[in-house]
Structures are given as structure tokens and as C-alpha cells.
């Protein structure tokens, strides 16, 4: 058995026109249909068994036929993907909502 890997998809299409909208809802959707999950708006990934798993979930997502924007596939083993590092920001204060600016009338 080979290794167990999970392919990472990363695209940037555009949103300007109606029909570029509907162009990345229709990629969206069919990467849910391939069992995608969304890890963010345009990064998604899932767990491939083996090497032919995972060139029949390339050749799906080649039968999407894109006509604008760029789609990147990339393969790594699932302690790579684990290693991955998640770095969140912090929470906003924001001026308006707090005692730092109260005005007296």
C-alpha cells in the first residue's frame, strides 16, 4: 500500500461579471462533489489513498474546464499537511466601542 497523501487545491479566479461568479460557485461546488473540503475561500484538500486515487481526482477537476483563472494542485503526505502551521491573528478592538474616545455632550 502506498503512501497516504492529501492533495491541496489553491485557485484565484475572478468574481467582476456575472458569469465569473458563476464560473467559481461551479468550481466549488464539483470540488465538494469530488469530496473536497474547504480549508479556506480557495484553498481546499483532500485525503488520497493512493496514486490512482489521486490522478482520478486530477482528471476530474481537469473536466471542469476553466476558462479564466489559475487552479494549482499540489500533493503532499499527510505528516506534511499536519506539520502545517496555522497562525491566527488577533481579535480587533476597535476605538468607536470602547472609553477611549467618550465624549461628554
Known amino acids: ?12 479566479m ?8 458563476r464560473a467559481y460557485r461551479r ?7 469530488l469530496g ?3 480549508e479556506q475561500e480557495s484553498f481546499y484538500s483532500k485525503l488520497s489513498l493512493n496514486a490512482g ?6 482528471r ?12 494549482q494542485l499540489l500533493s503532499v503526505t499527510e505528516r506534511q499537511y499536519n506539520n502545517m ?8 478592538t476597535d476605538v468607536i466601542n470602547s472609553t477611549d474616545r467618550l465624549v461628554i455632550l
Open 1 to 12: 500500500m502506498g503512501r497516504i497523501m492529501r492533495i491541496l487545491v489553491l485557485f484565484d
Open 14 to 21: 475572478p468574481t467582476l461579471t456575472l458569469e465569473d461568479r
Open 27 to 33: 468550481l466549488h461546488k464539483e470540488l465538494l462533489n
Open 36 to 38: 473536497f473540503l474547504m
Open 53 to 58: 486515487e489521486t490522478l482520478t481526482l486530477v
Open 60 to 71: 476530474g477537476i481537469e473536466k471542469i474546464g476553466l476558462d479564466r483563472g489559475t487552479v
Open 85 to 92: 502551521l496555522y497562525l491566527v491573528g488577533g481579535a480587533e
